[in-house]
């Protein structure tokens, strides 16, 4: 189900984020205003535009997580083997993804004062 679901997301994310979804959804919602006067402006023309936008959006946000999640996990797979590749790299920050925040800031800090 995971290998399924990264295809899915990979394709939706670069579906959605493409001009022909830009223009579609435009067209939508050009024809959700045009058939507002066809319904006088109902509540119920405004609540299915409400209703429909606020699922897709609820979506969208899982799909869009799980493709920067994948995006993430790969960079931070490939700054490690750069390190572990890098003779003189410290290898004490491979998986620093997995660090707390403080362990990030103290790292971070030891840094910044051996090249200040």
Not at 80 to 85: F, K, N, R, T, V
């Given at each position: 189900?995971?290998?399924?679901?990264?295809?899915?997301?990979?394709?939706?994310?670069?579906?959605?984020?493409?001009?022909?979804?830009?223009?579609?959804?435009?067209?939508?919602?050009l024809g959700w205003l045009l058939l507002g006067p066809v319904f006088h402006?109902?509540?119920?023309?405004?609540?299915?535009a409400t209703t429909v936008t606020t699922i897709v959006t609820f979506l969208m946000v899982f799909v869009i997580?799980?493709?920067?999640?994948?995006?993430?996990?790969?960079?931070?797979?490939?700054?490690?083997?750069?390190?572990?590749?890098?003779?003189?790299?410290?290898?004490h920050l491979i998986g620093a993804d997995m660090l707390s925040q403080s362990e990030i800031e103290g790292h971070r800090d030891e840094l910044h004062e051996r090249h200040a």
């Open positions: 189900m995971d290998r399924g679901f990264t295809r899915f997301s990979a394709s939706v994310a670069r579906w959605t984020g493409s001009a022909w979804a830009f223009g579609a959804v435009s067209l939508i919602v402006w109902s509540n119920h023309w405004q609540l299915v997580q799980a493709t920067q999640n994948r995006h993430s996990a790969a960079m931070q797979l490939k700054l490690d083997e750069l390190i572990s590749a890098s003779e003189n790299a410290s290898e």
